[in-house]
């Protein structure tokens, strides 16, 4: 069955840490680029959050840059957010892809895993 399963969010003060974990189908996860992104309370539209190619290449939203780390674990399908020093900015229902598959219609959103900053 093709799959995302998104987990490691919580509710966390500012300044805290959290790293989310997102289990990809194989079908999904090998020799694709791999991204997350976060739906905020209130918004419509996912936003990108984060990529990372197949080789481990990097992007992110300028917004995160410096705070949000993302790696892959390509020998278990995995791909991971490792995120520092939250904002109340970063509450968000966060998610995971692979914006190929998603462009071309071939893949689903997992059930995304909230992610609550406040103090």
């Known amino acids: 069955q093709v799959q995302l399963v998104e987990s490691g969010g919580g509710l966390v003060q500012p300044g805290e840490s959290l790293r989310l974990s997102c289990i990809a189908s194989?079908?999904?996860?090998?020799?694709?680029?791999m991204a997350w992104y976060r739906q905020a309370p209130g918004k419509r539209v996912r936003e990108w959050v984060a990529?990372?190619?197949?080789?481990?290449?990097?992007r992110y939203e300028d917004s995160v840059k410096g705070r949000f780390t993302i790696f892959r674990d390509n020998a278990n399908n995995t791909v991971y957010l490792q995120m520092n020093d939250l904002k109340p900015e970063d509450t968000a229902l966060f998610y995971c892809?692979?914006?190929?598959?998603?462009?071309?219609?071939?893949?689903?959103w997992g059930q995304g895993t909230q992610v609550t900053v406040s103090s």
């Open positions: 892809n692979a914006p190929r598959l998603l462009s071309a219609g071939q893949v689903h």
């Open positions: 194989r079908s999904i996860f090998s020799g694709n680029t």
């Open positions: 990529t990372i190619t197949d080789g481990g290449s990097t």
